[in-house]
């Protein structure tokens, strides 16, 4: 009688244990074989696209050269400077870099009439380095009105992405105070493009829209990216815009936050002395002709 039901209880476990290695009779934790109708394997996760490393942040900046030439009786009155900006975007060769609006040389042009009288421009240039020394020609550019940033479109050029510039990583979240930051850019002289400086968030202004840092900024890194540091990673977060004079305070830089690029009223503009005519009258109130 034992023998019996030894042989029985035998024969059922040989039984499930074969159930199981077949398919039938699976249970919920059990993968039945592939057959027709059955759901498809779950796709590989897709390797993880690497962060652009500190040393890479360069490459997402450029530097701005611009130049006017005002018409004047006795000798023309010329200018010339430098400011910082960040690639945005790229398509088909055509660069798209925001920097600020004080960076288009305008301000200044709109003073070089002493006397009086309208503005007779010559001739209004801004040209773009990259880090590695390729020229570009900007062609339009869109001012926002209500903030110092504009946007500026190159013309189409063969350039390669990783060797000749990098798109700035947007941050998804919001900084905070204390968070570590990266400004780049290219203070007081050409020369210095692509200098990187450290620093942290000392305060958030007008809810959040300007962003208070102690990262070192000089005169020629207007227009250029902060980032903010998370890890490994960097995103982009602001653009530097103006600083507190050394002699009032130590430490008192500005950047606008990414969220205002495009969210307020544009001018639209060519590049040209009537492109520099019209955001004149409009932004400055005045009177300014382009002379060919």
């Given at each position: 009688m034992l023998l019996r039901l030894f042989l029985l209880l035998l024969s059922m476990s040989v039984q499930l244990s074969c159930n199981s290695c077949t398919g039938k009779g699976a249970g919920p934790n059990t993968i039945a074989a592939?057959?027709?109708?059955?759901?498809?394997?779950?796709?590989?996760?897709?390797?993880?696209?690497?962060?652009?490393?500190?040393?890479?942040?360069?490459?997402?900046?450029?530097?701005?050269?611009?130049?006017?030439?005002?018409?004047?009786?006795?000798?023309d009155?010329?200018?010339?400077?430098?400011?910082?900006?960040?690639?945005?975007?790229e398509k088909n060769g055509v660069l798209t870099i925001v920097t600020n609006r004080h960076c288009l040389g305008l301000e200044e042009l709109s003073r070089s009439?002493?006397?009086?009288?309208?503005?007779e421009v010559l001739?209004?240039?801004?040209?773009?380095?990259?880090?590695?020394?390729?020229?570009?020609?900007?062609?339009?550019?869109?001012?926002?009105?209500d903030l110092d940033l504009a946007i500026l479109r190159t013309?189409?050029?063969?350039l390669v992405a990783g060797r000749d510039f990098l798109v700035a990583p947007f941050g998804k979240d919001?900084?905070?105070?204390?968070?570590?930051?990266?400004?780049?850019?290219?203070?007081?002289?050409?020369?210095?493009?692509?200098?990187?400086?450290f620093g942290r968030v000392s305060s958030l202004r007008e809810e959040g829209r300007v962003i208070q840092h102690d990262a070192a900024i000089n005169q020629g890194n207007s227009?250029?990216?902060?980032?903010?540091?998370?890890?490994?990673?960097?995103f982009w977060v602001g653009v530097n815009t103006r600083t507190v004079n050394k002699k009032v305070?130590?430490?008192?830089?500005?950047?606008?936050?990414?969220?205002?690029?495009?969210?307020?009223?544009?001018?639209?503009?060519?590049?040209?002395?009537?492109?520099?005519?019209?955001?004149?009258?409009?932004?400055?109130?005045?009177?300014?002709?382009?002379?060919?």
């Open positions: 592939k057959g027709p109708g059955t759901a498809p394997a779950p796709a590989p996760e897709k390797p993880r696209v690497p962060n652009i490393q500190t040393r890479d942040l360069l490459k997402t900046s450029v530097t701005l050269v611009g130049r006017w030439v005002e018409k004047d009786v006795l000798s009155d010329k200018g010339q400077w430098h400011c910082s900006g960040v690639v945005r975007e009439e002493p006397v009086g009288g309208d503005l001739k209004w240039q801004i040209t773009v380095f990259t880090h590695n020394g390729k020229e570009l020609e900007v062609t339009a550019l869109d001012v926002q009105t013309r189409p050029a063969a919001p900084v905070e105070l204390g968070d570590s930051l990266i400004a780049v850019g290219t203070p007081l002289d050409r020369t210095l493009s692509g200098t990187m400086t227009g250029g990216p902060l980032f903010v540091v998370r890890g490994m990673d960097h305070g130590e430490g008192l830089h500005f950047a606008i936050s990414v969220r205002e690029i495009g969210n307020g009223p544009t001018i639209t503009v060519a590049v040209t002395p009537e492109g520099a005519c019209k955001l004149i009258r409009q932004l400055h109130g005045v009177g300014c002709d382009a002379v060919k």
